[in-house]
């Protein structure tokens, strides 16, 4: 069955410190993925996507993704967080063949230390 | 720029009774899905619709109904709220399904079922 992994549930990090919020997928084929964010009491947002091409991906706020086919991976990075970036953060999939269904992952929150 | 629009924002429901959650959206549309937040399980896809009058079932339908008579409108029905149902609900539409853009969220629908 298709799953997307994040095995970090709670992550601080003081300000002005890099990040990397992990995600896994599994598939068979490449699928498009996709990172969100929600910030407390709020929808998400889209973050970054990548579907194809150049697999280090930039996104709004600063954010970037790399996917790594050999590790079936797609992590988040920022190179200097904000107290702004307190959040929690999801990375999503959809399979090609079923692009109706995007599957999220647990989500990652978090915290800035000041 | 009313966006997704989710109504009502907070609902306590009796064990048994039912209930419709809002959703509109009037960014033309096509795609519409609903999903249901718990904590520690990410966002999970109850029902979706790919136009006016064409539904599908996702990963958690059971317990909900949804129909999709208008591009703009996505309501979800609870008919006999449970317990398990307890959880913030988010409407989320794209342009033409999730495989070539973003999804849009509503500010999500708290719901606790006693």
């Known amino acids: 069955a298709q799953s997307v992994t994040q095995p970090d549930i709670h992550i601080t990090v003081s300000e002005g410190a890099s990040l990397e919020l992990r995600c896994n997928y599994s598939?068979?084929?490449?699928?498009?993925l996709f990172w969100y964010v929600q910030s407390p009491g709020q929808g998400l947002q889209l973050l970054l996507k990548?579907?194809?091409?150049?697999?280090l991906v930039q996104g709004i706020k600063g954010f970037e993704a790399e996917f790594k086919r050999s590790q079936s991976s797609f992590n988040l990075r920022k190179p200097s967080v904000h107290w702004s970036d307190a959040a929690e953060y999801f990375c999503?999939?959809?399979?090609?063949?079923?692009?109706?269904?995007?599957?999220f992952g647990s989500g990652t929150r978090l915290s800035i230390r000041p | 720029n009313a966006g997704v629009t989710q109504t009502p924002k907070f609902q306590v429901l009796k064990t048994g009774q039912s209930m419709t959650l809002q959703c509109a959206q009037d960014?033309?549309?096509?795609?519409m899905s609903w999903y249901r937040q718990d904590p520690g399980m990410g966002l999970r896809l109850i029902h979706y619709?790919?136009?006016?009058?064409?539904?599908d079932q996702g990963e958690v339908p059971n317990g909900y109904n949804v129909s999709r008579s208008t591009t703009e409108d996505f309501p979800l029905r609870l008919l006999s709220a449970a317990p398990s149902q307890t959880s913030v609900y988010f409407c989320?539409?794209?342009?033409?399904?999730?495989?070539?853009?973003?999804?849009?969220f509503g500010e999500g629908s708290r719901l606790t079922v006693l």
């Open positions: 989320a539409s794209s342009l033409a399904g999730t495989n070539t853009g973003e999804l849009f």
């Open positions: 598939y068979g084929a490449t699928p498009y």
């Open positions: 990548y579907f194809s091409g150049d697999t």
């Open positions: 999503a999939v959809v399979r090609y063949s079923s692009a109706s269904k995007i599957i």
């Open positions: 960014m033309n549309h096509e795609y």
């Open positions: 619709s790919v136009g006016a009058g064409i539904t």
